[in-house]
């Protein structure tokens, strides 16, 4: 069956703009979650969310990053303002159980 | 929250030998342990999991075993193939259910043909 899928795959961006990165998660799945992923790094947890119950956003580094999620389906994480710094690959996740299952990936370089 | 930390960093081995990384967790609460391979430009894809009833768990060539006394769970490759070649993430949870996973930093491993 499908996978998490994730959009777009690769976004250069100039220094000030704003972004929107896309998450589709796997049917059925109530829980999604956004990490963060510098060159070279671990997974720095962004956001979660499960069902209709509030999201964690403690992981989210400043205001200037958000995310949405319209019931169980697809997210939108947003950085307003991208500064040199958010150039990461940023990777969601959907789960049923605790069992996470993470799409490719968006390559985001902030120029 | 819970704490994992995950050795070595990089690891070398030649092909055919065995690979063995390293996870300690900090809450005993923790019952959910998977293992994450990463290779380059893709996202982390889960390659074996274990919960906190057993002791140890084996899928051809790969197998996980977690101390559930000294908190800790390892990774074991045998007979490595340079398609194993990857970072490879362990994780631990204290919940049931879908929930957030607690990652270590990775470790990469080379596979020396």
Redesign the interface.
Known sequence: GAG?SQSPSNKVTEKGKDVELRCDPISG???L?WYRQRLG???E?LI?F?GNSAP?KSGLPSDRFSAERTGESVSTLTIQRTQQEDSAVY?C?S???????????TRLTVL | GENVEQHPSTLSVQEGDSAVIKCTYSDSASN?F?W?KQEL??????II?IRSNVGEKKDQRIAVTLNKTAKHFSLHITETQPEDSAVY?CAA?P???????F????TRLTVIP
């Open positions: 998490v799945h109530t829980a979650y790094q671990g997974l947890f979660y499960q964690d990777l996740a789960s049923l159980g605790p069992t996470q299952f993470f799409g490719p990936g | 959910y998977p994450y430009g893709k996202g982390p894809q889960l999991d993430f949870t919940q049931t259910g879908a929930n957030n996973l990652f270590g930093t990775g």
